[in-house]
């Protein structure tokens, strides 16, 4: 079975910009999830999606925000955006009734 | 502050046991993980642990929980050279799908 795939894997952008990365789970999965990994602050949640619906959200301003198809591919998307965004941004998804889970490679972006 | 605290660095040599600590602070954590992330590479789940157990053993891996203390360890026994990676210990509370993470122990094996 396919893992989590994330899509781009590399990105650069400038200030101002926005963009848009994906994510594909693992088939079956409807739960996914998204963080920021930065050096700084680590790794922080930044939301989760199931059957379409946001369920959880992090503390992150309102230009990140994110959306799930009905397929459970999801994207985020980043508006405005600023330098401290530079981060790896990295997807999970779950299986319903189970409590692990899986990580896709991550979208590296870089914001000049 | 941090809701997950792990030591940053960790230096073993190869063939020895690598122990890695994490205390946390949630009681209502209900499961505990570790995830190992390589350079340039996403997290890979290595194994986890219910808050109602003591111990979780898995190959060379096997998992300490002190519920009182909060406080969950891993130890790898025989590191080999490619454990050299990042180790995370994260948390999670029943019904939320939030993974709260520490900050991530580098591991480095020597010859």
């Known amino acids: 079975k396919a893992g989590v795939t994330q899509t781009p894997r590399y990105l650069i952008k400038t200030r101002g910009q926005q963009v848009t990365l994906s994510c594909s789970p693992i088939s079956g999965h409807r739960s996914v999830s998204w963080y920021q990994q930065t050096p700084g602050q680590g790794l922080q949640f930044l939301f989760e999606?199931?059957?379409?619906?946001?369920?959880n959200k992090g503390n992150f301003p309102g230009r990140f925000s994110g959306r799930q198809f009905s397929n459970s591919r999801s994207e985020m998307n980043v508006s405005t955006l600023e330098l401290g965004d530079s981060a790896l941004y990295l997807c999970?998804?779950?299986?319903?009734?189970?409590?692990?889970?899986?990580f896709g490679p991550g979208t590296r972006l870089l914001v000049l | 502050g941090e809701d997950v605290e792990q030591s940053l660095f960790l230096s073993v040599r190869e063939g020895d046991s690598s122990v890695i600590n994490c205390t946390y602070t949630?009681?209502?954590?209900?499961?505990l993980y570790w995830y190992k992330q390589e350079p340039g590479a996403g997290l890979q789940l290595l194994t986890y642990?219910?808050?109602?157990?003591d111990m979780k053993q898995d190959q060379r891996l096997t998992v300490l929980l002190n519920k009182k203390d909060k406080h969950l360890s891993l130890r790898i026994a025989d590191t080999q050279t490619g454990d050299s990676a990042i180790y995370f210990c994260a948390e999670r509370r029943s019904n939320d799908y939030k993974l709260s993470f520490g900050a991530g122990t580098t591991v480095t094996v020597r010859a």
């Open positions: 999606y199931f059957s379409e619906t946001q369920r």
């Open positions: 642990i219910f808050s109602n157990m």
């Open positions: 999970a998804s779950q299986l319903t009734g189970e409590e692990t889970q899986y």
């Open positions: 949630d009681s209502s954590s209900t499961y």
